[in-house]
Structure formats: structure tokens, C-alpha cells
């Protein structure tokens, strides 16, 4: 287990603080990384379709999947990478997808938003927005049934919060006490339009009104998230029902790639002062330097170690054969 | 000793006790599938034997229960969603085309969705335009998912265990004026295979392809035709995906004349489409174009008369099929 993505959903119990926030950092600059190769391979034009850029929110996805262990379940969303690296899929294997190769996690046929790998829990990316709730909410309603004690964890952007089919599955997860967190991404934008135009009522009067345990927590602050989601997810196993987080964080990107003219929906100091203001990753690094874990050469090193890492993964990726045409009809029934 | 006679419902009901017992990850999930077995009291008896953890009623959320299904059905249960009227199936379109039908696909084959969906179809129960419909051609349409309509109380038996044991999502239309159709039901385990059509009743001058509600009104066509001196083949698909085309080919290149009955609408519907699969199949052996008969283009009226016009009966198929082989 030496690669940074590896050794993802280890018990923790043994863990010294140190070790725990080192390998949190770790994984943290892994998806931040990530998500530069995306954007200089999307804009090299060496990779079809769509590129939404988790950047910003490392923090969430980090804080949340160090709670799990690696047979709980997750669900996640187009904008997905984030999730499936700190659940702990493997950066070669995930850009071999992204570029549509036969060595990709879904054998280059669902590409970057469908992202799906059962060795690590991960239900699948969804391209349809708040489409997993349901997938989750059954993944936890078969860990009651079957007796597992596995957890399910719902991401979703507040964009989500427009869908029906969201608050379905809360009634019915509260009503049967089901073990899912449904962990709420708010960055702030549905798309290119500020959630505060699209939501009435607040975000998580929309939990207690069915009586959920509901939080709210700074998503830039891995500490914090990882703090409540520790309580949350040990609750849910414990057979104390379902919960829902809402993270407070931000894009640093467009919606995809190719959103580059945003002033008509954000202002550029807006976007400058969450970069400089509250990184997740500057945020932890501070803290692991105030406290003596690290100084910032061993935080730079890292940064150096991952960055091989990913580019190396890329290469692997450009060299990867694409699938055979005769695949096209492969797996369409089981 | 004389064959055991079961109706369509309580075949159906046997076929899902029989799965139950034989495989624990096997649970109903539904409205009012429980206490009240619901309203066509097909699933009566089935919480008693099995307990609330496995046949468990819902609130009246058919895409957030469907969701769950599919969620439950990648992670280790074997549901069977009940959608008490096939209209609501629209209230399910994301969970079942977007989320089940392309799990195992899009996920490069690693996740599968073994859950059926069961529902019904069918007019004439004077339940007017949002309970009435035959919509299963929707769902035909989707690479992904199955869909089975059985019309007789042995299909529904032997196609709902194969649905059952099946490890893709399926969906299984039952017609809501057969459930008290009366018909040979064998007590064994047995199941019938997906994409295998049925002869019903051998003929030579024409075939009737019949789907569901249809067979039975093929059937009665049948015999009125015999009257005339007209011998009618009536062959049920059975399940429109997969879709044994061979059988449904071979009855025309045999009979040389065919209509397509089916209770969905015609335009851009399974008429439409098994139409052109014997039109392509059997296009030198035809002696008149491919008939299709189905849904009048409306929705559903409540008035009776006028709701009854909307569906082919043994009357009207039996004028198109003698029209078809005795020209005026």
C-alpha cells in the first residue's frame, strides 16, 4: 500500500493523529491534482465529452470517505472524480475510463460521470442530477435487510435539492431507519445559477421536516467534516437511522471545463477569495504545520510524490488500448 | 386425476410464494402490498407467510420505492417493485430507463439490477384516461430492461419465476381483466424462458400475433373464423425483450397473412415494431401487407361506449382477418 489512493478506508483505529491528517492532505492534493491533469488533457483535446472539476471540494469527499470503511457503499454525481479517488479508486484506472480506455473502471463505456468500481463501494457516478438517491437509499435499505452493518452515503450537489425523488427517499429512509447520509455538496451554484434563485426555505429545514438528524458543516475544513461525519455514519451503523450534512463549499471551475466566462453568475473576487481565503488544502496544511506534524518542505514533497503519480497516470491512460468496436453490445443485459 | 385450475392472480401470487420460499432475498416492496395485498388482492396471504421485512408497504412514492429497489437489487436482494397501475410507470421513467436499465452497462458489467417490476395494463374497467393505459411499449424501447406479458394463468406462473430468477431488471405487465381468467396451472416448479413466443393455436391461413389482453380476443377471433372455413394461427410473443423473432417469421411465411394485435398504442408502438420485424422476416412469403391492430390514437374515455370502441375486440379482428383472406 504505497500509492496515495491505496490505502483508502483502512481502519483508522490505530492511526495516530498525525498519521490520520498527513494521509487526509495526501488525498486531498491526489483529487486537486487529478483534476489539473483533467483540465490540461480536456483542453489538449485528448479527452471526449464533458469535464466537471471537483476542485475546491476536497475537503467534503476526503472528510466524508475517511469515516466509511471500504465496503460501505457511496453513490456520487457528474461532478464525481473526488468521490471515487478518496473511496479509494486508483488515478490510472480512473483516467483510462476518462479517456474512454478498455482498462478504465467501466471499460471506457461510461467515461467520467458514470465512474463505478464495487472493490471500493462505489455504486456509480450519476450523470442525472439527484438520479442516485434512490440507489443509495436501496443500498442502505439492503445492508438493514441483509443485516451487513454497512453504511451508504448519498452525494449530491444542492442542485439536487430541485428533485422530487430526493425527498421520497428521505420520508421513506427516515420511516424505516435506514442507514444513508445524505451528504448535501453546497457549493453554491445549480449549474449557472446561484442556489439561493432555485432553493426557498432553508437547505436543512428540508431533513427536519421529516424528522432526520441533520448538520451543517464548514466543507472546507476536512477536520470538521470528517469530525461530524465520524458521529453521523457511527449513528447510522449503530441502527440509529439516517442523516443528512449539508457541506458549505465552492467550485473553484465553471460547471464544466469549458465554462470559463462566468462573471454573468459569480464575481471574480468572489472565486479569488475562496481560493485565497479558505482552501481546504491551505486550511490543513496550516493546521498540520501550527501543530509540528509537518513542515511545509515534507507538505511540498507530497505535493511532488502525487504529481508523479498523476502524470504517470495519464501516461498509462494515452497508451491504454481503446476497447474493441465489438464490445459495443457487450453487457447491455447481465 | 383432472389438471389443477388456478386464475391468472393467483398464479401469479404462486409464482412469487414459490420464489420466496426458495430464495430469502426475494421481498415485494410496493403501496398497499401488505395488510391489503393490494387492490386486485393478487398478493393476498403473502405477509402472513413471509413477515413486513419482505413484503413491505410503501408511501404512495413510486420513483423514491422504485429507486430503493434498484439500489437494494445492486446490493444483494432480488426485489419485486408492484406499480399498482401501469399509468404510474411514468412516475418511475428515471429510475427504471436512466438508473436500472444502464447500471450494468455503464458500469462496464460490474453492478447488476436483478428486480422486476410487475404492473398491469388494459381499458375497458371504465377507469377512465390515468388508469387504463398499455404502456409497455415504453419500456420495450429501452436496451436494458425485459418486458414480459403473459396471457394465460400458466405464462404468468412459469414467466414470473424466470423474471424473478432473471439478473436484469424486468417488467412484467399483467392485464387487469385476466386476473379472474381461469386456466391449467401445474403445481411444479416450473419456469418458462424469456424470449421464447408460444403457439396458442395452430392454423394455416392466417396468424394473429397477440400480446396479453390480446391472446384472449385472438383466440375468440380464432373461433369465429373457423366458422367461415378460416383456419387462424395464434401465436403470443410472450415478451416483447428479448423477442423471439423466429417463431413470429416462420408463422407468416406459413400463413402468408398477418395481423398484429397488441392492447398499447399502435403508432410508434409494439404493433409498429413486430410489424416490421415479420415484414423484413417473411416479406416474399406475404400475400397482404402486415395489419396492425391496437389503442385507438386517444387517450382513454371513461364513458363506456365510447371507451369500448377504443380496443380491438373478436368482432373487429375477426372482420379484418376474413376481409384479409376473402377479399370482397
Known sequence: ?334 | MPERELTFAQAVREALAEEMRRDSRVCIIGEDVAEAGTPFKVLSGLLEEFGAKRVVDTPISEAGFTGVAVGAAMTGLRPVVDIMFGDFITLTMDQMVNQAAKAHYMSGGHWRVPMVMRTTLGATRRSAAQHSQSLHAWFSHVPGLKVVLPSTPYDAKGLLKSAIRDENPVVFFEDKMMYKLKGPVPEDDYTIPLGVADVKRAGDDITLVATSSMVQVALGAAIMLEKEGISAEVVDPRTTWPLDEKILIDSAKKTSRVIVLDEGYGRYGVTAELAAVIAEGAFYDLDAPVKRMGAMHVPIPFSPPLEDATVPTEQTVFDAARLMCKPA
Not at chain 1, 46 to 71: F, K, Q, T
Not at chain 1, 116 to 122: I, S
Not at chain 1, 124 to 150: H, M, P, Q
Open chain 1, 1 to 334: 500500500m504505497t500509492t496515495a489512493t491505496s490505502e483508502n478506508n483502512l481502519s483508522h483505529e490505530t492511526a495516530t493523529e498525525k498519521e490520520k491528517w498527513l494521509r487526509a492532505y495526501r488525498q486531498m492534493v491526489s483529487i486537486r491534482l487529478f483534476e489539473e491533469q483533467v483540465n490540461e488533457v480536456y483542453t489538449r483535446a485528448l479527452m471526449p465529452g464533458l469535464a466537471h472539476l471537483y476542485s475546491g471540494e476536497e475537503a467534503v469527499a476526503v472528510g466524508i470517505c475517511e469515516s466509511l470503511r471500504i465496503d460501505d457503499y457511496i453513490t456520487s454525481t457528474h461532478r464525481g472524480h473526488g468521490h471515487c479517488l478518496a473511496k479509494g479508486a486508483s488515478p490510472d484506472r480512473m483516467f483510462a475510463e476518462l479517456l474512454g480506455k478498455e482498462a478504465g473502471y467501466c471499460r471506457g463505456k461510461g467515461g467520467s460521470m458514470h465512474i463505478a468500481d464495487p472493490a471500493t463501494g462505489n455504486l456509480g457516478a450519476n450523470a442525472i442530477v439527484g438520479g442516485s438517491v434512490g440507489i443509495a437509499t436501496g443500498a442502505a435499505f439492503a445492508a438493514k435487510t441483509l443485516a451487513t452493518d454497512r453504511v451508504a452515503v448519498c452525494f449530491f450537489g444542492e442542485g439536487a435539492l430541485g428533485q422530487g425523488s430526493l425527498y421520497e427517499v428521505m420520508n421513506l429512509a427516515q420511516l424505516w431507519t435506514l442507514p444513508v447520509i445524505y451528504v448535501c455538496e453546497n457549493n453554491m451554484y445549480n449549474e449557472y445559477t446561484h442556489y439561493q434563485e432555485t432553493t426557498a426555505g432553508t437547505i436543512l429545514g428540508r431533513a427536519t421536516a421529516f424528522g432526520i438528524e441533520a448538520a451543517s458543516v464548514d466543507g472546507q475544513d476536512v477536520r470538521a467534516v470528517n469530525e461530524v461525519a465520524t458521529r453521523l455514519v457511527k449513528r447510522a451503523r449503530s441502527g440509529d437511522g439516517p442523516a443528512f450534512l449539508q457541506c458549505d463549499t465552492y467550485r473553484y471551475s465553471g460547471h464544466h471545463v469549458g465554462d470559463i466566462n462566468r462573471e454573468y453568475y459569480r464575481s471574480k473576487q468572489e472565486e479569488h477569495q475562496w481560493k485565497t481565503d479558505r482552501d481546504p488544502i491551505v486550511v490543513l496544511a496550516k493546521w498540520l504545520i501550527d501543530r509540528g506534524y509537518a513542515d511545509s518542505a515534507a507538505l511540498d514533497r507530497v505535493t511532488a510524490e502525487v504529481r508523479v503519480t498523476m502524470e504517470s497516470a495519464v501516461k498509462f491512460a494515452i497508451a491504454a488500448p481503446y476497447p474493441n468496436v465489438d464490445e459495443v453490445e457487450k453487457h447491455v443485459y447481465a
